[in-house]
C-alpha cells in the first residue's frame, strides 16, 4: 500500500504533472541551458541531487520547526505543558530560501572536497540553482501536499527525474534544429518555446493515465 | 527627463518578459485568465518596488560578498507581506495562484532589478525602475493573457465576447497554450525589432 502510493507519486512526477511542461517550474535553465546535450545532462544531474536534498532538508524544518503539530521541536524544547504548539508556518518562504541557497553553497563545498571530478562537471551550473523556482517549487509542493518524510524524498528525486528527461529531450531537439531552416524573427527562443509548446502536448496526454 | 525614461525603458526596451526573458515562469502558469495576470503582475510590482527601495537605501552598508543573502531576505519579508495579505483580503485569488506567490521569491526579475540597478542607484531613480520594471511585467502578463483567455476560454476578464456558439480552444488555457503563445510572441517581438533595423540601415 505504502509501495505502491509512492509508485504512483514518483510516475505522476515525472510524466503527468512534469515540472517543465505541466507546472512551469524551472523554465530560465530549460531555456537556457538546454542548448548542448551535454551540458543539459550536467544540469540535470544537479538538479535532480539538489531538490532530493532540498525535499529532504525542507521537509525537516518544516515538521520540526514550523508546522503547529505536538512534534514541534520548539514546543517540545521551551513550551511544554503550556498550551498550544506554536503556528510558525508563515516564516516558511523566508526559511526555505535561506536553507536552499545554504544548502546549494554547501553542497558546492563538499563536492568541491569529495570528489573533484564531479565538480568539473556540476560546478558551474550549482550557484544557478538556487534562484531555480524548480528546487523552491518541489519543497512548498511536498508541504501543500502534505507528504510524509519517504514520499518528499520520492517526490523531490523523481520531480528531479522529470526535469532532466525535459531538459535532455529538448537539448537533443535543439542540437538537431541548428540545421533546420527556421525563419530569421523565430531563430533561438521563439522556436524553442514553439517547441516545448509542442512536447508539453504530448506530455498532456499522459494525463489520461489512472491508477486506480 | 531621466526619470521618465528609467519608467518607459521597463515597458518596452527593456521589458522584463519579451525582451530579457526572466521571470518567466509566473508568467506562463498564471496567465490563463486575465484576472490572474493581473494579481500576479500587481503583487510581483508590489515586491520589486519595495525590494528596489531597501536595496538602495542600505547599498553603503552592505559587503558586497555577504549582499545576495541580505538581498533575499529582503524579497523574502515583502513576499511574506503580500503571501498573508493577499489570503487575508483575496482569498479566491490567493488559490488560484497557489504556489506562485510564495514562489516570487525566486524570480529572477526581481533579484535582478536588486542587483543590476537598486544597488548603485539613488533612492527615487531606484523606486521609478522597480515601477517601470513592474508595470512591464503586468503588461506583458496582461497581454499573453489576454490571447489565451478569449481563445481558450472565450471570455476577457470573465466578461464572454464571442456568443454562446464559439467552441474554446481548450488547449489554449492549459499548458501547452502558453508556451505556443510566448513563443509566437518572441518572435512577432523580433521580426518587428528585425524589420525596424533593416528600415533603419538600408
Same mark, same amino acid.
Not at chain 1, 540535470?44 to 531538490?51: L, R
Not at chain 2, 518596488?49 to 528596489?52: D, F, L, T
Not at chain 2, 531613480?125 to 503586468?138: A, K, Q, V
Given at each position: 500500500?505504502?509501495?505502491?502510493?509512492?509508485?504512483?507519486?514518483?510516475?505522476?512526477?515525472?510524466?503527468?504533472?512534469?515540472?517543465?511542461?505541466?507546472?512551469? #517550474?524551472?523554465?530560465?535553465?530549460?531555456?537556457?541551458?538546454?542548448?548542448? #546535450?551535454?551540458?543539459?545532462?550536467?544540469?540535470?544531474?544537479?538538479?535532480?541531487?539538489?531538490?532530493?536534498?532540498?525535499?529532504?532538508?525542507?521537509?525537516i524544518i518544516n515538521y520540526f520547526l514550523l508546522a503547529p503539530t505536538s512534534?514541534?521541536?520548539?514546543?517540545?524544547?521551551?513550551?511544554?505543558?503550556?498550551?498550544?504548539?506554536?503556528?510558525?508556518?508563515?516564516?516558511?518562504?523566508?526559511?526555505?530560501?535561506?536553507?536552499?541557497?545554504?544548502?546549494?553553497?554547501f553542497v558546492e563545498m563538499v563536492i568541491q572536497k569529495v570528489s573533484p571530478g564531479l565538480y568539473r562537471a556540476l560546478g558551474i551550473y550549482l550557484p544557478l540553482i538556487t534562484t531555480n523556482?524548480?528546487?523552491?517549487?518541489?519543497?512548498?509542493?511536498?508541504?501543500?501536499?502534505?507528504?510524509?518524510?519517504?514520499?518528499?524524498?520520492?517526490? @523531490?528525486?523523481?520531480?528531479?527525474?522529470?526535469?532532466?528527461?525535459?531538459?535532455?529531450?529538448?537539448? @537533443? #531537439?535543439?542540437?538537431?534544429?541548428?540545421?533546420?531552416?527556421?525563419?530569421?524573427?523565430?531563430?533561438?527562443?521563439?522556436?524553442?518555446?514553439?517547441?516545448?509548446?509542442?512536447?508539453?502536448?504530448?506530455?498532456?496526454?499522459?494525463?489520461?493515465?489512472?491508477?486506480? | 527627463m531621466a526619470v521618465g525614461k528609467e519608467f518607459i525603458k521597463g515597458l518596452y526596451k527593456e521589458n522584463p518578459v519579451f525582451r530579457l526573458m526572466l521571470g518567466l515562469c509566473p508568467v506562463l502558469a498564471v496567465s490563463s485568465s486575465v484576472n490572474n495576470a493581473i494579481g500576479m503582475g500587481v503583487a510581483a510590482t508590489f515586491v520589486l518596488?519595495?525590494?528596489?527601495i531597501f536595496v538602495s537605501l542600505i547599498?553603503?552598508?552592505?559587503?558586497p560578498k555577504i549582499r545576495i543573502p541580505i538581498f533575499i531576505m529582503i524579497i523574502a519579508t515583502f513576499?511574506?507581506?503580500?503571501?498573508?495579505?493577499?489570503?487575508?483580503?483575496?482569498?479566491?485569488?490567493?488559490r488560484s495562484l497557489g504556489l506562485f506567490i510564495p514562489l516570487i521569491v525566486v524570480n529572477c526579475i526581481i533579484l535582478g532589478r536588486a542587483e543590476a540597478f537598486a544597488s548603485k542607484h539613488h533612492v527615487f531613480?531606484?523606486?521609478?525602475?522597480?515601477?517601470?520594471?513592474?508595470?512591464?511585467?503586468?503588461l506583458a502578463l496582461i497581454i499573453i493573457a489576454t490571447f489565451r483567455e478569449v481563445l481558450g476560454n472565450g471570455t476577457w476578464l470573465g466578461m464572454p465576447i464571442f456568443g454562446p456558439t464559439f467552441q474554446p480552444v481548450l488547449?489554449?488555457?492549459?499548458?501547452?497554450?502558453?508556451?505556443?503563445?510566448i513563443g509566437m510572441l518572441l518572435g512577432l517581438f523580433a521580426w518587428y525589432e528585425n524589420r525596424r533595423a533593416t528600415k533603419k540601415h538600408g
Open positions: 500500500m505504502e509501495f505502491q502510493s509512492l509508485i504512483i507519486i514518483a510516475v505522476g512526477s515525472i510524466f503527468v504533472t512534469n515540472f517543465v511542461l505541466h507546472q512551469f #517550474l524551472g523554465l530560465c535553465p530549460y531555456i537556457g541551458v538546454s542548448k548542448q #546535450l551535454d551540458s543539459a545532462v550536467g544540469m540535470g544531474m544537479a538538479v535532480i541531487f539538489v531538490m532530493s536534498m532540498a525535499s529532504v532538508v525542507t521537509w512534534s514541534n521541536l520548539l514546543f517540545q524544547l521551551f513550551m511544554k505543558g503550556q498550551g498550544n504548539p506554536p503556528d510558525l508556518t508563515y516564516l516558511r518562504t523566508i526559511s526555505f530560501i535561506l536553507v536552499i541557497a545554504t544548502l546549494v553553497q523556482c524548480a528546487v523552491m517549487g518541489v519543497s512548498l509542493l511536498n508541504i501543500n501536499e502534505e507528504y510524509n518524510f519517504i514520499q518528499s524524498l520520492i517526490n @523531490g528525486f523523481s520531480s528531479g527525474i522529470g526535469f532532466t528527461l525535459a531538459l535532455v529531450l529538448m537539448a @537533443g #531537439l535543439r542540437e538537431k534544429l541548428e540545421l533546420a531552416n527556421v525563419p530569421k524573427a523565430m531563430k533561438g527562443a521563439p522556436i524553442a518555446f514553439i517547441m516545448a509548446g509542442c512536447m508539453s502536448l504530448a506530455f498532456l496526454g499522459f494525463t489520461g493515465l489512472s491508477f486506480n | 518596488v519595495c525590494s528596489n547599498r553603503q552598508w552592505v559587503h513576499v511574506t507581506i503580500v503571501q498573508l495579505v493577499m489570503a487575508g483580503f483575496f482569498p479566491a485569488l490567493s531613480i531606484s523606486l521609478i525602475d522597480g515601477l517601470g520594471m513592474g508595470f512591464g511585467f503586468t488547449f489554449m488555457i492549459q499548458s501547452p497554450g502558453a508556451f505556443l503563445t
